[in-house]
């Protein structure tokens, strides 16, 4: 999973779309980590607002439920906010 750029919806820091977002990829990582035990690579490049997520065992049941139930609300951030997010999936 990749997720870059700022929604500017509001400045840094009041931007409550950009908040939403980067709740749902911590809450990802968290997912992944404390409860399905996985160590995920993870990549940040704050100069440019990015983070990347890999991980193994996506087929695995916790990891694909956890997966989708984040990409879903990823989608339906985008949504919403339309404006703001641009949500691309990308099967490989």
Same mark, same amino acid.
């Given at each position: 999973?990749?997720?870059?750029?700022?929604?500017?919806?509001?400045?840094?820091?009041? =931007?409550?779309?950009?908040?939403?977002?980067? *709740? +749902?990829?911590? &809450?990802?990582?968290?997912? $992944?980590?404390?409860?399905?035990?996985?160590?995920?690579?993870?990549?940040?490049?704050?100069?440019?607002?990015?983070?990347?997520?890999?991980?193994? =065992?996506?087929?695995?049941?916790?990891?694909? *439920? +956890?997966?989708? &139930?984040?990409?879903?609300? $990823?989608?339906?951030?985008?949504?919403?906010?339309?404006?703001?997010?641009?949500?691309?999936?990308?099967?490989?």
């Amino acid at each position: 999973m990749r997720v870059y750029g700022h929604s500017g919806c509001a400045e840094s820091g009041a =931007d409550v779309v950009c908040a939403a977002v980067s *709740v +749902l990829v911590q &809450t990802l990582h968290i997912g $992944l980590v404390d409860v399905l035990g996985q160590n995920p690579k993870r990549e940040i490049d704050e100069e440019n607002a990015s983070i990347e997520l890999h991980w193994d =065992d996506a087929d695995a049941e916790g990891t694909r *439920v +956890l997966s989708e &139930t984040i990409a879903r609300a $990823l989608y339906e951030t985008a949504q919403s906010y339309g404006s703001y997010v641009k949500y691309v999936e990308v099967s490989l």
